[in-house]
């Protein structure tokens, strides 16, 4: 038995972890390992490298992936998908691991569909993933979020002002939504709850009539705000996504509230810190029992599944439901958050 493992999309803490167990669970069967350098990329390319025991010692702890990653979508260009099933046989692979998250996966869906032994393994600090209750990557992710709000509340408190803090998570609000609740925040804005600025400016307004001179404003990177309207925002990428980042809508959240509150504002885009850094116990402990099991499943023949967490539950589920759609936020979750506005 020969597997391939590969990291797919965004980095983030916990990546190596995963291959860690991967390769471990398998040296226990005996089985060979190949690491894919750059996720699809890798696969088109035939661009892989024997991985051991000894090749993984010490990459617990590390954050980001010892292979590499690539947004290449294989289903975009003509020709990659073949290539993709070429390399697979020419290397001597008998299964894949793919590691990664909606989109990775959807590739590897539309592989175990014409024919090839695939298992996929949930990452996505977005935590956006149907039928599971935490990807890889998402804990350590809120947790330098809560880390910021930590600080920059004695800041914002020592100048009077409002700050404004800007997170990733794309189209699900995940990562506002708990690294809001958990880190005290005064205002968050996601994309499954529109919010008006005259919402949130009200709300200041009504604080500061409470006496309370300073706030804490998350904004999720997609947070559906009518005001703010997106322009050009430049070429997407290959599974057809725009740069968020682009759309300065902590900026824009912070000038508005200055002009129309009279609060002094100041912006705080975390961006890719929030991608960065050693993984927390929890990502750790995770990624170690997804990518075991994720190797049992390839020992049992088990292809065109995920392992999942459900509760304290490690659950084979079919990748067909995992690429079904988008996990957006639980809105009793961000009702709760907001008792603390």
């Not at 079919?318 to 079904?324: D, G, H, K, N, Q």
């Amino acid at each position: 038995m020969k597997i391939g493992v590969l990291t797919g999309g965004g980095d983030c803490p916990g990546l190596n972890a995963a291959i860690r167990a991967v390769v471990r669970r398998a040296t226990c069967y005996k089985y060979d390992v190949l690491g894919i350098k750059n996720g699809w990329a890798g696969m088109i390319r035939g661009n892989m490298e024997p991985l051991t025991s000894k090749s993984v010692s010490g990459i617990l702890p590390i954050g980001g992936t010892m292979l590499g990653t690539s947004r290449t979508n294989p289903m975009k260009r003509e020709g990659d998908m073949n290539r993709v099933q070429e390399n697979f046989k020419a290397f001597g692979m008998t299964a894949l691991i793919a590691i990664g998250g909606d989109d990775t996966l959807s590739v590897a869906y539309k592989l175990f569909q014409l024919g090839m032994p695939v298992v996929g393994v949930p990452k996505t600090m977005d935590n956006d993933i149907l039928e599971t209750d935490y990807c890889i990557g998402f804990d350590s992710a809120v947790t330098t979020v809560v880390e910021a709000l930590d600080k920059l509340h004695t800041t914002a408190s020592a100048h009077h002002r409002a700050m404004v803090v800007e997170v990733m998570g794309r189209d699900a609000g995940w990562v506002a939504t708990v690294g809001g609740l958990a880190g005290g925040a005064d205002f968050i804005m996601i994309p499954e709850a529109s919010c008006s600025l005259d919402e949130l400016c009200q709300h200041l307004k009504n604080r500061l009539a409470r006496g309370k001179s300073f706030s804490i404003i998350v904004v999720s990177e997609g947070a559906q705000i009518p005001e703010i309207h997106n322009g050009d925002l430049g070429k997407t990428d290959d599974f057809g996504h725009i740069r968020l980042d682009r759309r300065g809508v902590g900026e824009t959240v912070a000038r508005e509230i200055e002009s129309r509150t009279g609060l002094e504002a100041r912006v705080v885009v975390l961006g890719h810190l929030q991608r960065g850094g050693s993984p927390t116990v929890f990502d750790r402990v995770l990624a170690t029992r997804l990518g075991v099991a994720a190797v049992d499943l390839v020992r049992e023949s088990k292809f065109g599944y995920v392992p999942m967490l459900r509760g304290n539950q490690i659950v084979p589920v079919e990748l067909a439901r995992v690429v079904a759609g988008t996990r957006t936020v639980d809105l009793d979750l961000y009702e709760l958050a907001k008792v603390f506005f």
